[in-house]
């Protein structure tokens, strides 16, 4: 090992990933253990070795001013070996030969740092695989020289090296490139000069800010430009612009290239490209050529030599810098591999990262993954950041149905019968302890919370879990595929049940006899995301909709240093015309007396002056109860609707409906795909009317939640029900006024929104009629 001056820090495990991978991509099902069941295998293994034993061994080690460290897992002075541990499930035999590879440089790489720190002539090697079902250690052992452990780093070293000095030579482009950015406008909007020196303040001291910032100021590149400006002198490894919907990726990635981060857009402007990797992360779903197929080289062609020719096509990504979907697509199907692993594989060497917030947020985020195993300073801009709160509510919720388990367990395998049946009767006999006679009222599911996690369940369910996982690894492409989909529900549940507490609730929900629900629900988002913006070192929630400020630090767990901001709106009353109809009532029972005024309103305002409108209702029942009533009394008005489950083209079309010249009003569902995130500039839209204050239902799901906010923060009805909603009238009305020169009116039609804590929750540039 040498002592050069430093180039480049790599961490052991993105070392060995590098250069110790080969063959075929394989992911058949060998599920792994959780983070939770991976520390208690650690912690097993540690306590069955002697009191010398050391763990968690700090290493690091320089060869040609590359300096490699990581963290051995532990090392037996009295027996001179080094342990590399693993946990898994299943049989060992099945594991895949490149993750074996994997193991055993990572241990060899280990080997060398220790003989060399600490002057050891040899070292028996361990791999230490303990299965956390039966806590069964399999031990795999080689003898190795310090000189034959040293030849095995350097050339490991080696492999990287010319890769390092790319990597060492681009930082420093990218950084002196980022230090004299230029803002791509000739001129700040009102509001986002302040937006962004509050967003270049939060990066310049690592900080969390939450920043309330009105629609159509411009705020993604108001969040990006300072973000980027700030990373060379603050040491910020990585960017990552996290959003809620496409839209929302494709506004980044727009931002993005009016920054010079496009090659496409070079020139534009007189802006040179920015030496920016920006990297476009999309769902495997999206992402995946052959849905079909199993991810291994068996199945997939894609998958067969996957990282055989990754190098090449990993080479020709960074050398393009601008990965959006299309192009991440182009150079993998041009080397013959996975569009999403390459995806996977590129996220460790882009600097901007453009992606769902599920990438950092999901008990499995990958980008989370990432900065921890390789130590970044990782900034976050979390764009629409109102919608978080229910977001990482369903990343850490599941469910399992009933019914779709009993059909598994009478067309199952033979080694399934056994497991499957045990299930099914503990789960027939969870629904007698929970009064499963009691069906409901009026047809309504019968609903109840437990008052915790039915172990006995939880058990079977497990014992599921293993027989499932052994059956699919020994029959790989054969069988149901619902016995994978089975597999993964099965799985989620049980590795939320594992980290079960007050900030979730367990529920049955019975629809019939044989048909119940089991819920995992989490309730308080906060204590899974707090670790999370922990780990990050700055992070920006922004949104037209953060207030109060108390609701989103009380369900989202940002850090206590965090700072709000609240931008002054550009915008001033003369623009839009606040009108509340506090005549009508859209509560349940009112709603057919309510049908008449409400399309007397609508036509009213048409008739003053006609253009194209939004109106906004609570659900696809009343809307259509509305739209019907319209169509009966006045069918020379020109309107279209939302309807359920609509495609991404069938949304375009609704859309394509509101083009300057055209008049009529469209319908949707408050809080629906067009209740937000949409622009319709100038005579594209001209008014809304929104039919509803968005309260979530009064349902027994919702009084439990409302039980459990007001036991721990004292505001239930409020972080429930109206703050929930009133984002989302707030988000819809901010649909009609986008630039300073628009002008448009606003109906909200309930007798709701005259009362007094309903109107301080307002936006204060409106001025009510």
Not at 530 to 555: C, G, I, K
Request: aromatic fraction near 8%; glycine fraction near 8%; charge should be neutral.
């Amino acid at each position: 090992m040498t002592t050069t001056t430093p180039i480049y820090r790599v961490a052991v495990r993105a070392l060995c990933d590098f250069t110790a991978r080969e063959g075929d991509l394989d992911h058949r099902f060998t599920p792994s253990p959780s983070a939770r069941e991976g520390m208690a295998g650690h912690a097993l293994v540690r306590r069955r070795r002697d009191d010398t034993y050391e763990s968690e061994i700090a290493l690091s080690g320089c060869y040609r001013g590359l300096v490699v460290s990581g963290r051995a897992d532990g090392y037996d002075p009295a027996r001179n070996r080094l342990e590399e541990v693993k946990t898994h499930r299943g049989d060992l035999s099945r594991m895949a030969a490149n993750q074996r590879a994997l193991h055993w440089a990572q241990v060899k790489v280990y080997g060398a740092l220790l003989c060399a720190q600490r002057g050891i002539e040899s070292l028996t090697l361990a791999l230490v695989y303990l299965d956390i079902a039966s806590e069964r250690e399999t031990l795999l052992t080689e003898e190795a020289s310090a000189a034959e452990l040293t030849a095995f780093f350097e050339e490991q070293c080696e492999r990287f090296l010319a890769w390092a000095e790319q990597e060492s030579i681009h930082r420093q482009a990218r950084d002196a490139a980022l230090a004299g950015l230029a803002f791509p406008h000739d001129a700040f909007r009102p509001g986002q000069r302040e937006l962004a020196e509050s967003v270049y303040k939060a990066a310049a001291t690592g900080r969390c800010l939450l920043a309330q910032a009105p629609t159509g100021i411009g705020k993604t590149v108001a969040t990006l430009f300072p973000t980027l400006k700030a990373m060379p002198r603050q040491g910020i490894d990585r960017l990552a612009f996290l959003t809620m919907k496409t839209p929302g990726r494709r506004l980044a990635l727009a931002s993005l290239a009016r920054l010079g981060g496009d090659p496409g857009d070079q020139g534009a402007g007189g802006r040179q490209r920015l030496p920016l990797r920006v990297l476009e992360l999309t769902a495997r779903s999206k992402a995946c050529e052959y849905p079909d197929r199993a991810c291994h080289g068996d199945a997939c062609p894609l998958a067969a030599g996957f990282y055989d020719r990754l190098p090449a096509a990993r080479r020709d990504a960074v050398e393009r810098g601008w990965l959006d979907r299309e192009a991440l697509r182009e150079v993998a199907l041009e080397h013959g591999i996975c569009p999403y692993y390459l995806g996977q594989e590129l996220a460790r060497w882009s600097d901007v990262c453009v992606g769902d917030v599920n990438h950092y947020f999901d008990a499995s985020a990958l980008l989370h993954g990432l900065a921890q195993a390789n130590g970044w300073r990782l900034a976050l801009l979390v764009d629409e950041a109102h919608n978080l709160v229910e977001r990482a509510r369903g990343m850490y919720s599941a469910e399992l149905n009933q019914r779709v388990f009993r059909q598994l367990h009478r067309s199952a395998p033979a080694p399934l019968v056994q497991p499957l049946g045990r299930l099914m009767r503990q789960w027939q006999a969870l629904v007698r302890e929970q009064g499963g006679a009691d069906e409901g009222q009026a047809g309504r599911p019968a609903y109840r919370v437990l008052e915790g996690l039915p172990e006995r369940f939880v058990g079977a369910l497990q014992r599921v879990t293993v027989a499932l996982t052994d059956y699919l690894a020994e029959h790989p492409g054969e069988g149901d595929p619902a016995l994978q989909e089975r597999l993964f529900e099965a799985l989620a549940f049980a590795r939320l049940g594992e980290s079960f507490g007050e900030h979730s609730l367990c529920d049955l929900t019975r629809h019939g006899r044989g048909r119940a629900t089991l819920g995992l629900r989490n309730l308080v988002p906060a204590d899974f995301l707090a670790p999370r913006f922990a780990q990050a070192y700055s992070s920006v929630l922004f949104s037209a909709t953060l207030a109060p400020v108390d609701y989103h630090r009380d369900l989202l767990g940002v850090p206590g240093r965090s700072v709000w901001q609240s931008v002054a709106s550009p915008f001033h009353a003369d623009q839009l015309e606040v009108r509340i109809q506090g005549a009508i009532s859209t509560r349940l029972h009112d709603r057919e007396a309510s049908l008449d005024p409400i399309v007397d309103e609508l036509v009213g305002q048409f008739r003053r002056r006609p253009g194209l409108y939004l109106a906004f209702f609570s659900s696809f029942a009343y809307l259509q109860a509305v739209q019907t009533q319209l169509a009966r009394r006045h069918p020379e008005l020109p309107h279209w609707s939302q309807t359920r489950g609509m495609s991404e083209a069938e949304r375009d079309g609704f859309l394509a409906r509101f083009r300057p010249g055209a008049q009529g009003i469209g319908f949707a569902v408050l809080g629906g795909a067009f209740g937000e995130g949409i622009d319709l500039p100038g005579e594209r839209l001209i008014g809304a009317f929104i039919a509803t204050l968005g309260l979530p239902p009064f349902d027994p799901f919702n009084e439990a939640l409302k039980a459990r906010l007001q036991s721990r923060f004292g505001c239930g009805d409020a972080y429930a029900y109206r703050i929930p909603g009133l984002i989302k009238v707030i988000q819809a009305a901010g649909r009609v006024i986008r630039s300073p020169q628009d002008s448009g009116t606003l109906v909200l039609m309930d007798d709701r929104f005259q009362q007094p804590e309903v109107r301080q929750s307002l936006p204060e540039w409106w001025r009510m009629a």
